[in-house]
């Protein structure tokens, strides 16, 4: 039996630069929260990661 082994990737927030570990499954446009100062950050890219601060306008404002 094979397990096949996850390479997590190190990345410092954009705001506050705690880091945050992203998972060799994560999708690109997927938001995740920042656990220091929740922040939302959004993942752009995944060849090579790269991560930014998410939009703060959420599309479900205004009703
Ligand atoms: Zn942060």
Redesign the pocket.
């Known amino acids: 039996m094979t397990t096949a082994q996850a390479t997590a990737t190190t990345f410092e927030?954009v705001?506050?630069?705690?880091p945050i570990e992203l998972g060799d499954d994560t999708l690109q446009g997927e938001l995740i929260d920042?656990g220091?100062?929740?922040?939302e950050l959004e993942v752009v890219s995944t060849q090579p990661f790269l991560i930014q601060e998410a939009p703060q306008e959420a599309e479900d404002w205004g009703q």
């Not at 705001?15 to 705690?18: E, L």
């Not at 220091?36 to 922040?39: E, K, M, P, R």
């Open positions: 927030c705001v506050c630069g705690a920042c220091d100062c929740g922040t």
